[in-house]
Structure formats: structure tokens, C-alpha cells
């Protein structure tokens, strides 16, 4: 290895992405480096914030693979049939799955109704009720935190069981991921020393037992990079699939486009290039799980929470994807 290009790529980390957790690099499905910092250690478990989405993902195609999930092409309110809808002309009636997956549902809410939802009892529900309007069906309308829920209750409704446990069994325990429990807030406070956290194992949820769909996951670096190594090992993890390289294609392919910042989506992974060889899963502070099939790279990296964080992206092609690049050592 080239010790003088990690010590650069070390310095540039330190100076311009000064949040950074750890890192993991995975070359040709061996580990190529691991690294903390900020007093972190390969045992720090961070909240990954909306790399939880991509997780959601993975666990939908999980539940078609196994017959619990019928289409994406279902109506969302088939999955909730006690929900009665009052106005008549309401989009909401023709809102798919499909929809939810790529960011193409419409909601009611101008500006997210935050306090409301951190305080409501039944994250589903209030996801539910914010759902459809008068916007357009099909158009990209990115919801951080309200609205992904709603695929938390599909999952537990067609599966019969909790996110988390389906999770543990489909994914995380097959992955030899660790994620100990479900949490529960009970305060801002605790919420808030959560998200700074760095020793909390499990999975956010609210009191009636749904885990957050679009944050509130918390895994380490080498949890991440195998998450991305599944996806680019096509599914399989030691000889078993885990989930179907079909659903692998097709949520790493454009279906919808955040035309504001120019950037293709698919099924809860961004896009990072036209040609579809490069995808990752990105949450606020820099949080990345990134894939590239044509270099059969993963690069994995967890991230202290703080605003604006910069473009972890630019990062890994700039600076790391260069120093793994089999040509250049």
C-alpha cells in the first residue's frame, strides 16, 4: 500500500471532513483500510440518519423475494384498508408503493410538520394522514422523515412482524450485523444525545413499535460495508441470497430524478453516475455506503453529526477512489 497517499488522503480527512467516524474501504471484497477517528473505534455504533432509507429498501425487496409483498406497483391504501379517506378528489387513492420508493408521492404538509410528528405516538399514522393533496403523482419530492414511515408499516403489515425483527432475521443476523434493540425516546433530550452518540446499538421507534424508515439506525462502518459488499456481490453473502439481484437492478437504476440538484434516484439509493455503476446511500452528516461495480469497490463511511456537512461523494472519487484503484499503487 502506498503509505504516502493514505497519509495525504489522512491529512485531507482531518482537514475538510473533520466529523468523520471511520472509514472502510473494501477492494475486490477484502479490506483494504479501516480507520477512525474522533476518538472513535471499530465498536462505536453512529446514527446513519437516512442511510436508514436504503436499509428500508433492501428490506422491501427482501419481503417481495419472499411472496409478503405482492407489487410495488400496489396501491398504498390496499396495505391500510381502515384508513378512510374524506375528500373525494384526494390523490392519496392512486399513491403506490412505487411512489414511497422513489420519492414520487405527493404530501399535503408546505413546510414538514416536525414537532408533530417527533411527538406523535404512531409515526404510520401521521405519515398516513400527511399523504396525497393536490400534488402531482410522479413528480420527485424528497420527504427526510415524513412519509418513509408508511413503508415501516407495510413491512410490518404484510410480514407480521416489527421492522426490527424482520430485519435481524432477514439481514442483520445473516450479515453477522449486530443491532441490540429498539429505542425509544422520551424526551428531546434523549433524542438529542442520541444523534451525538457514539456507544448506542438499535433501531428508533416510535411507542407503538414502528422503526423509523428514513433515520434512527445505528451501525459502524464495517456493518455499512457489508451492506454495500451485498449489494455488490449481487445479493449473495456466503453462498446464501439474501436478497434478489433482479431487486438489486432494478432499485440502483434511475426512476426518478431530484432535478433541483440534478441527481438520479432509484429505489431509496442515489445514483452516482448515468451509467448506473456507481449507487451509494447517503445520510445528513456525510453518513455514505458507496458502491462501485466497475472497480468492485465499497467504501463505507460513518460520520458525526453537524450541519451542512460536506459531499462525502466528492470525497470518495477525489481522494480514496484513487488510492484503491488497483492501477495507481
Known amino acids: 500500500m502506498n503509505q504516502e497517499k493514505i497519509t495525504e488522503l489522512e491529512k485531507t480527512i482531518c482537514r475538510d471532513y473533520s466529523n468523520t467516524a471511520g472509514i472502510v474501504v473494501l477492494k475486490n471484497g477484502r479490506t483494504e483500510y479501516e480507520n477512525y477517528f474522533n476518538g472513535c473505534t471499530s465498536n462505536c455504533r453512529i446514527h446513519v440518519y437516512s442511510v436508514t432509507k436504503s436499509i428500508l429498501s433492501i428490506l422491501i425487496g427482501i419481503a417481495l423475494d419472499r411472496g409478503y409483498i405482492k407489487s410495488i406497483h400496489q396501491k398504498v391504501l390496499d396495505f391500510f384498508p381502515e384508513y378512510t379517506v374524506t375528500n373525494t378528489m384526494d390523490s392519496i387513492r392512486n399513491i403506490t408503493l412505487e411512489n414511497l420508493l422513489t420519492m ?7 413546510f414538514a ?4 410528528y417527533f411527538t406523535s405516538d404512531d409515526w404510520v399514522k401521521f ?3 400527511q399523504l396525497g393533496g393536490k400534488g402531482q403523482i410522479g413528480k420527485f419530492r424528497y420527504a427526510p422523515l415524513i412519509g418513509p414511515d408508511l413503508l415501516s408499516g407495510i413491512l410490518a403489515k ?4 416489527s421492522v426490527f425483527a424482520f430485519a435481524s432475521e432477514h439481514l442483520f443476523s445473516p ?7 429498539n429505542i425509544i425516546f422520551h424526551s428531546k433530550e434523549e433524542q438529542m444525545a442520541f444523534n451525538s452518540a457514539t456507544d448506542i446499538s438499535g433501531w428508533v421507534s416510535d411507542e407503538a413499535g414502528n422503526n423509523a424508515a428514513g433515520w434512527g439506525l445505528t451501525l459502524s462502518p464495517a456493518d455499512m460495508a457489508k451492506i454495500g459488499q451485498l449489494y455488490l456481490n449481487g445479493g449473495m453473502w456466503e453462498g446464501r ?7 438489486i437492478d432494478e432499485s440502483t437504476k434511475e426512476h426518478s430524478r431530484w432535478k433541483k440538484q440534478d441527481l438520479p434516484y432509484g429505489y431509496l439509493w442515489w445514483l452516482c453516475d448515468e451509467n448506473a455503476n456507481t449507487f451509494a446511500a447517503m445520510g445528513d452528516g456525510g453518513n ?5 461495480k466497475e472497480k468492485n469497490l465499497v467504501v463505507s463511511i460513518a460520520a458525526l453529526f453537524t450541519p451542512k456537512a460536506k459531499d462525502r461523494i466528492g470525497l470518495i ?7 484503491f484503484d488497483t492501477g495507481s499503487l
Request: charged share 25%; proline share 7%.
Open 288 to 292: 455514505t455506503i458507496y458502491v462501485n
Open 175 to 181: 450479515l453477522g450485523i449486530t443491532v441490540e434493540k
Open 127 to 129: 405519515s398516513l394522514e
Open 241 to 247: 441470497e439474501i436478497v434478489s439481484k433482479s431487486w
Open 113 to 116: 410538520p416536525y414537532l408533530k
Open 158 to 161: 404484510t410480514s407480521g412482524c
Open 317 to 323: 472519487k477525489e481522494y480514496i477512489e484513487p488510492v
Open 104 to 110: 414520487t408521492a405527493p404530501y399535503k404538509y408546505k
